[in-house]
């Protein structure tokens, strides 16, 4: 894989990986402490519902408070005053109150008197039935100190709350003479004040005793609990139910609410959720090119540069110095060991092609560019010259004057040669002990034989000494050589041969000279 690619996956996985984790955080952290946050507001909800009952209960009891400690209704009690009940109890007065009637009941608990509206006489009548079979029930909570208490009536199949007060005057000098007892039906108008009040429809349910296990105590609405159930994103049931102290009777209001707290956080998460990846998405493409042109191109122009090399095979290309420190450390070393590497080579290079002692070109290379110019030559139709030369008693020399003389004598020869051979385009090689080969393209007859007077007479000026010679009393050589055109397919050890044939000729016509040929 690729560096680049690499990188661009690695940096994508590990965003991929943190922004999963953020995500998660988000939703299992932050919206958990949402939720609770949310439900303390639903419960709050729930207590408004509460409290506006409270109100409608507190409101019921203060009148039935207010009338029962009044004088006149006292007086009422025991002088039987009609006139005062024609002239207070009338519709408008229930409508003030809110109350389905009111009931006048004597120490005993029989109806002292009643009131009603003509068409809620039947409902009332009802009620009053069921409170007078209550009388225990309701004396008991008088007693407790509480003035109300919750009832169901199995016949009307509904809740109401009755609201009792003992008939007493108000300096509280004398015995209540009997009971004022108002009632409140939880009917439709009731559930309509409460849903106008708190703002949001409102319904009664049934109630089990799973839906509430934590029971409150309220000095007016008596035992209650609160739930609040998390239907889905949007929406949540609210539901508060109200029980008598006995907890024999059950109310239970419900209504469903918007979540807007939840809606408002997830629209938040979604907007800080985009906004968090388009920043990330921002930092992962910043992130790639400030890689990439810090170390992801620099690293692949070093990478791409050593395949070149590798490729090429040749050491002549140097790396570009860019990028941060370390990677132009990394290419300044790199060119610094391909210099190394390229001196190296052409050192091996020159040892392959060098004879070490006289630093003429060995045989191998002479024979690589024997056949190279040999080629050459026929193509272009151009003359091959060809000499082939070998000191004269060369071991005599060696045998009196010593290898490490005879090493010098070599040397000098070389240079001998060397000197005389002015054109780039000649070869000078050292083929054996004490022979010597010049390969001179492009060089006619006459030309060879110029060259190897001057050989000659440069061994001459040498004047290296040679007592033991038979011919002269310095070093001399004999030659042996050959220039032609050579044709196509020709077979160059063909040439070496005749060179080496002619050698042994000026050898055998007595040394210190030179045999050439145009032909074959």
Known sequence: MKL??????????????AGIAIALVLEFRTFSVFREVERKGLQEKNQQIVNIVDNEINQLVSFVRDWGVWDDSFHFMEEENEAYIRGNLVPATMENVKTVGILYLDVNFRCYHSYTTPEREPLFQLLVDQIQTQKSLILSTIESGSQQLLLYNNILKKYFWVAVQPIEPSAKDQPANGYLVFMQLLDNHFIDRISKIFGSSLSIVSFTDEQCSDWEHHKEVGFYCKNAELLNPENALLRVCFADKSRNH???????????????????????????????????????YILDRLIVRPTQHVSTSFAHIARAKGL????????????????????H???????????????????????LCNRRYFDEMFAHEMKRSIRDSQYFGLLMIDIDFFKLYNDHYGHGAGDECLFRVAEILKTSTQRPT???????????????????????????QKIKHAFVDADIKHEFSSVADHVTCSIGGVSIIPQ??????????RADELLYEAKGRGRNCFVLTGSL
């Open 426 to 452: 000649d070869i000078v090689a050292r083929i054996g002990g004490e022979e010597f080969i010049i390969l001179a393209c492009n060089t006619p007859l006459s030309g060879l034989e110029n060259l190897c």
């Open 316 to 335: 002549d290309k140097r790396l570009k110095i860019v990028g941060p420190f370390e990677i132009r450390e990394l290419a300044n070393s790199a060119n």
């Open 4 to 17: 680049k690619t690499l990188v661009v996956a690695n940096l994508i996985a590990v965003f991929l990986i």
């Open 488 to 497: 196509q397919d020709m077979d160059g050890d063909l040439l070496l041969k």
């Open 250 to 288: 059950r109310v239970c209001f419900q209504t469903k609410v918007m979540r807007s707290l939840n809606l408002q956080a997830r629209k938040a998460f979604s907007e800080a959720l985009i906004l968090i990846t388009l920043c990330v998405v921002i930092i992962v493409l910043l992130t790639i």
């Open 337 to 359: 060991m391909l210099n190394e590497i390229e001196q190296l080579h052409i050192q091996l290079q020159d040892l392959a092609r060098t004879d070490s002692l006289t630093r």
